[in-house]
């Protein structure tokens, strides 16, 4: 994959992707780029104006791209569920599970879980389980990519306290549920071989790309001091997101994906630069962790893969 670019995406002609978060950042240019290569795309967003933008510059940047939008709330479990029925006969090839809060002050779903855990995790947990026999159905080359980020590094999940009701770090929140993304991703590997499927679950992060997701706890927070700091690091440190983006389209569309692949920029190109299999906490490897997670997540959101053998 040494120098590999979006214009290596092979033809997806006749398939269908659904990105989450697909009205700006890394989920945008997913969106765009699988589109420009001839695949449907349905771009989850919580914001229907906002991805009705998103759709109009998609189509003004790949001309005769085929692209939707549908409302997608994943801090809603009510919205996921309705988001899936919505397309509950459609074809499905690729689910990207890319949209993601960050560093956020406390705040809770409307479920009642942690918000990034309850976004970045739990959400895309009932999501992937509502859409899985799509999935199933649509045979090889079918994939669910989750964008994890290499900062879980910074903490494992905690299965006594997945809602941090012991003391909120926002930080350790985040990578919390980053850990979870890749657990969550091992997971469901470990399950897909023991059902004997086609599907494969692989993961990946964009390293250190420019995107709003930065700014968007200072900007909450009214803080503008943080707010130019990360615009700062952004601008001056942070590859574009048109990079960032690049080991997301790989597991989607990669010649050599593998179950639980993880893929990212290299560590020594200080998180820059083309894909590449991506060094992962041990932790995110677990079993015994891997299967509390599940337990916890099916109980949590009352979704369960009932098409795959535990």
Known sequence: MKGWTASDIPDQTGRTAVVTGANSGLGFVTARELARRGARVVLGCRSEKRGDEAAERIRAQAPGARVEVAPLDLADLTSVRAFAAGHKGDRLDLLINNAGVMALPHRRTADGFEMQFGVNHLGHFALTGLLLPRLLEAGPGARVVTVSSFMHMLGTVDPRDLNME???????????????????????????????????????HPGYAATNLMSAAPKMEGHRGKERFMEIGNRYFAQTPEQGTLPVLYAATGPDVRQDDFFG????????????????????LSDTAGRGLWAASERLTGVRYEALVS
């Open 265 to 284: 920029p290299p560590l020594q190109g200080l998180l820059r630069g083309s894909p590449i299999r991506s060094a992962r906490a041990k932790w995110t």
């Open 166 to 204: 012991r003391g909120y770090r926002r930080w350790v929140a985040y990578a919390r549920s980053k850990s979870a993304n890749l657990l969550f991703t091992h997971e469901l590997a470990h399950r897909l071989r023991a059902a004997g499927v086609r599907l494969v679950a692989a993961a990946a």
